[in-house]
């Protein structure tokens, strides 16, 4: 495999971390999700920094984080938060890298959504929001917002109605 870093990016609930574990272990690489990888770095929740220090703070954490991973020579696989393409050049800065290969899992609104009212009192961005339809608006607008940053990546996987396995197996081949 000549490509060092695999980078797997989208919004929030599109299945990167469950895609990325997959590809762990069918490519035998290790797997970082960058949230986890702050948290562990900076000995905080992802909640606790946004609600101490504010989302700016957390985005230059987040970049530093990213450096790291990076920076490292080792192979691996990252799943970046969903906003990680859409601060500072960070999309420049990815596609920079020769031995870099960045992969959009593209979900719709609506799987999206539902996969997020279920854990959102655990996502910072949504915490706020009543309902199903507030959602909905929230991630509508975001993806709208986003997709300009997403689309900079090397390839585009749609994920609607594939399972986790079929999604890194298409990856897996986009690869070779």
């Known amino acids: 495999m000549k490509t060092r870093k695999i980078i797997l990016l ?17 490519l035998n690489v290790p797997f970082w999700d960058l949230d986890d990888y702050i948290e562990q770095k900076f000995n905080s929740t992802i909640s606790s920094i946004f609600k101490l220090r504010g989302e700016m703070y957390f985005r230059e954490k987040e970049r530093q984080a990213l450096e790291d991973l990076l920076e490292n020579d080792k192979r691996m696989i990252i799943s970046l938060g969903g906003g990680t393409p859409c601060y500072y050049d960070n999309m420049e800065y990815l596609i920079s890298f020769e031995n870099v290969k960045t992969f959009y ?20 961005l ?21 997709k300009e940053f997403y689309t900079k990546a090397d390839f585009m996987i749609v994920t609607k109605k594939k399972s986790v396995k079929s999604i890194a197996l298409e990856l897996e081949k986009l690869l070779t």
């Open 10 to 26: 989208g919004y929030m609930g599109s299945g990167k971390t469950a895609v990325g574990k997959q590809l762990k272990e069918k």
């Open 105 to 124: 899992l593209h979900a719709d609104v609506e799987t999206i959504s539902k996969r997020l009212e279920l854990e959102k009192d655990k996502r910072p």
């Open 126 to 146: 949504i915490s706020h929001l009543k309902n199903i339809d507030e959602i909905n608006d929230f991630v509508g607008k975001h993806l709208f917002e986003r």
